[in-house]
C-alpha cells in the first residue's frame, strides 16, 4: 500500500462467543495517545469480526472507538484463520489503514502474520510499548532474549504498520456509557473453511483461583532449589490468602504448569500485594507484573533488577528467611 | 507421508549482552543451539514417520555454520537436510524469512506436513510459521500438542490457555509445536554416523527462485531500530536487614499495614 494514502488507527475486536477480548479496551486507550502523538488526525477504529455481534458496538465506542466497522458472515462466527485472514486482508485494501493492531493473544498471533504476509506489509510481535518518535515515526517495542534485550523495530514505508501488542501492557479507559461513534456494516462474502475443522473443546481444569485474579501472590523463580521449597511458598501464600505463581524456569522444569506463570510469555498479574522469591527479574517478569500494588522481593544478589521494582526488598537467602516468616505469620493470626 | 520440518540456530542462553562500544550483541563464547522448540517439532515429526511411514526433511535457513542444527537434526533421525545460505537472504525480518522457507517447501514438493516450534527463544514472534502457510495458501494449526494422522487429515491437539481444542485440518497444512507435546530425543552414534550418507542440499536465492525484492533487507519491511538492554528503574527500595527472624517480622510488618493479614 502507497504510504501517503494510508490513515487511521485500527484495532483488531477480538470477541469468542460474543465476549470482546479485555485487550481490545487496553488497544483502543492506547490508540488514543498515538492519535495525538500523530498529529490528531488519524481515525480510531474498532474492526469487528462475527456472527451476531453487533450488540458489541457500543461497548467498542464506550471504550473509545470513534468508529467501528462491522463484518458479520455466518462463516466468521467461530475464529477459523482463513476466512478472517480474508476479510480482514480485504478490509485493509479497502479502507488503507496505517496502523492496525492486535492482541498477542491465540487467536491475534495466529491471524496476524497471514494478514501481513498477504499485505506484503510489516509485522512487529508482542509488544511491550507503543511510541511516536521525535520524526513523527511509529516505534514498537519489543523482548528478545526473554527480555533481557530490548528493540524498538519500525516499518518505514510498508503499510499497514501492524503489531500484535502483549495483553495488559496498557491500561483501559473507564467505560463511558452512552458514548457513540460511526458504524460501518460491510457485507462480507467469505466461505467457511472445510478444510479445518474443531472436532471438540475441552476447558481447562484450575486448581486454586487463577493468578491474575488473585490478591495476593507469592511467586518463586530460578532461584529456588527444590519442590519442598516450592511447597512451602504454596504454604506461606495460602496463609495470606492467595496463591504460589513462578517465573519462567520454574515453568521450564516443569514444576509448576504454565498458567500459574508470571511474564510475557505466562500471565500478566496486578495483585494488592507480591512477593518474589529468588527471582532476579528479566524484562518478560517485570513486564508482568510491575503494576502490582505493593511489590516485595527476596533475592540474594544485590543487584538483582527485581530490586529496580521493589518497595520492599531483602537481600538473603530465601531459605532462611520463608520458614522464619512462616513461622511469624502464624503466629500473629494466632494472636 | 512427506514432513517438512523447520528447524533455526539460537544462541544458547537468555543471558546475552549488548557491546558497550558497538551497541552490537555480543555472540562471542555464546554457543548456538537448535532453538529448544524445533527439536519438539523434529521429535513430532519422527514419531508421525514411525507411526505412518514417509520421509522427514529438515530445513534451516541462515548462515553456513547453521548447518550443525540439521546434522542435529539428521542425528535425531531426519532422512535429508536442506540449508537455506546466500548472504542476499541477511539481515530478514519475519516476511523475508517465510517467504524462502515457503520457496523451498515449494522445490521439494509434494510435502504432506510441515511443522515448526511454536516460538524461537531468540525473537519470539511465532510468526515464521503462519507466513509459511499463508505463502503457501495452506491451513495452519498452531500452538499444537499431540497429533495423529488420519485419512489425509491430521487431527491435532490445540493448547490454549484456557482449553483444549481437538482440531482436525486437511493436509498439506502447516501446524506448530509446544514444548509440552513431547520429550526430544537425543541424536544417537548410529544415526550421527548414517547422516554422514544422508542426502544434503544447500541451496541459494536463486536456486530457490526468490524475487530479488522479497528478500534479505530489501524484503524486509519492518527494521530493528535500536536494540538495547532494559533501562534501569528507579524505585526506591526500602530494604530490611538483620537475622531472619528480625526481617520477618518487618514483612509480617508491612503485611499487616497493607491488610494483607
Known amino acids: 500500500m502507497v504510504k501517503e494514502e494510508c490513515k487511521g488507527i485500527w484495532v483488531f475486536a477480538e470477541q469468542e462467543n460474543g465476549v470482546l477480548s479485555g485487550t481490545d479496551f487496553e488497544l483502543l486507550a492506547k490508540a488514543h495517545d498515538l492519535k495525538e502523538k500523530l498529529g490528531g488526525t488519524d481515525t480510531i477504529t474498532a474492526v469487528l469480526l462475527g456472527d451476531n455481534v453487533s450488540g458489541l458496538v457500543d461497548t467498542l465506542y464506550a471504550y473509545g472507538a470513534e468508529q467501528v466497522i462491522l463484518a458479520e458472515n455466518v462463516n466468521l462466527k467461530e475464529y477459523s484463520a482463513r476466512p478472517y485472514e480474508k476479510v480482514l486482508v480485504d478490509l485493509a485494501n479497502k479502507y488503507k489503514p496505517s496502523i492496525f493492531l492486535f492482541a498477542a493473544s491465540p487467536i491475534g498471533r495466529d491471524v496476524a502474520p497471514r494478514v501481513m504476509c498477504d499485505l506484503r506489509t510489516g509485522l512487529t510481535a508482542d509488544a511491550i510499548d507503543l511510541d511516536v518518535d521525535e520524526d513523527g515515526v511509529f516505534v514498537q517495542t519489543t523482548p528478545n532474549f526473554g527480555g533481557n534485550i530490548l528493540s524498538h523495530i519500525v516499518i518505514l514505508e510498508k503499510r499497514p504498520q501492524m503489531v500484535t501488542v502483549h495483553p495488559k501492557v496498557f491500561e483501559p479507559f473507564e467505560p463511558k456509557a452512552g458514548?457513540?461513534?460511526?458504524?460501518?456494516?460491510?457485507?462480507?462474502?467469505?466461505?467457511a473453511d472445510n478444510d479445518y475443522v474443531v472436532l471438540e473443546t475441552s476447558m481447562k481444569q484450575f486448581e486454586g483461583k487463577p493468578i491474575d485474579e488473585c490478591d495476593v501472590l507469592v511467586a518463586g523463580g530460578r532461584g529456588i532449589k527444590t519442590e519442598e521449597d516450592l511447597n512451602?511458598?504454596?504454604?506461606?501464600?495460602?496463609?495470606l490468602g492467595g496463591e504460589v505463581a513462578c517465573s519462567r524456569p520454574l515453568n521450564d522444569n516443569g514444576w509448576m504448569p504454565h498458567e500459574d506463570q508470571i511474564g510475557q510469555s505466562g500471565t500478566t498479574v496486578k495483585p494488592k500485594f507480591i512477593l518474589n522469591v529468588a527471582i532476579s527479574g528479566s524484562v518478560q517478569y517485570l513486564a508482568g507484573m510491575q503494576n502490582s500494588?505493593?511489590?516485595?522481593?527476596i533475592n540474594h544478589t544485590a543487584s538483582a533488577p527485581i530490586y529496580d521494582v521493589s518497595h520492599y526488598g531483602a537481600v538473603i537467602d530465601y531459605r532462611k528467611v520463608i520458614p522464619a516468616l512462616i513461622d511469624e505469620i502464624k503466629r500473629r493470626k494466632a494472636n | 507421508m512427506k514432513i517438512l520440518v523447520f528447524v533455526k540456530q539460537v544462541p544458547d542462553t537468555d543471558d546475552v549482552k549488548l557491546d558497550p562500544v558497538t551497541g552490537n550483541l555480543m555472540r562471542e563464547g555464546v554457543e548456538s543451539i537448535m532453538n529448544p522448540l524445533d527439536a519438539n517439532a523434529v521429535e513430532t515429526a519422527l514419531q508421525l514417520k514411525e507411526k505412518y511411514g514417509g520421509t522427514v526433511v529438515a530445513i534451516s535457513m541462515g548462515p553456513p555454520q547453521a548447518d550443525e542444527v540439521l546434522k542435529k537434526a539428521l542425528g535425531m533421525g531426519c532422512d535429508e537436510s536442506v540449508l537455506i545460505s546466500d548472504r542476499a537472504l541477511g539481515g530478514a525480518d519475519t516476511l523475508a524469512t517465510g517467504y524462502p522457507?515457503?520457496?523451498?517447501?515449494?522445490k521439494i514438493g509434494e510435502y504432506d506436513l510441515l511443522i515448526c516450534g511454536r516460538h524461537a527463544t531468540d525473537a519470539e514472534t511465532a510468526q515464521t510459521g503462519p507466513i509459511i502457510a499463508a505463502f503457501l495458501g495452506i491451513p495452519q494449526v498452531t500452538?499444537?500438542?499431540?497429533v495423529e494422522i488420519e485419512d489425509g487429515w491430521a487431527v491435532c491437539e490445540r493448547l490454549l490457555p484456557d482449553r483444549t481444542e481437538k482440531v482436525k485440518v486437511k493436509l498439506p497444512a502447516l501446524i506448530t509445536v509446544c514444548a509440552e507435546a513431547n520429550e526430544p530425543r537425543y541424536p544417537t552414534p548410529i544415526n550421527i554416523m548414517k547422516?554422514?550418507?544422508?542426502?544434503?542440499?544447500?541451496?541459494?536465492?536463486?536456486e530457490l527462485?526468490?524475487?530479488p525484492d522479497m528478500i534479505g533487507i530489501p524484503g524486509s519491511p519492518s527494521s530493528n531500530k535500536r536494540i538495547f538492554e532494559p533501562p534501569k528503574r528507579n524505585t526506591d527500595t526500602k530494604y530490611f536487614e538483620g537475622e531472619p527472624e528480625a526481617i520477618a517480622k518487618a514483612i509480617a510488618d508491612v503485611l499487616e499495614a497493607e491488610h494483607i493479614i
Request: hydrophobic share 40%; glycine share 8%; with cysteine.
Open chain 1, 179 to 191: 458514548a457513540t461513534g460511526e458504524l460501518i456494516t460491510e457485507s462480507v462474502e467469505v466461505e
Open chain 1, 232 to 239: 512451602q511458598l504454596r504454604e506461606l501464600a495460602h496463609l
Open chain 1, 293 to 297: 500494588g505493593c511489590i516485595m522481593s
Open chain 2, 101 to 106: 522457507l515457503a520457496k523451498a517447501a515449494e
Open chain 2, 143 to 146: 500452538l499444537c500438542g499431540n
Open chain 2, 195 to 206: 547422516a554422514l550418507k544422508k542426502p544434503r542440499y544447500t541451496w541459494n536465492a536463486e
Open chain 2, 209 to 211: 527462485g526468490c524475487e
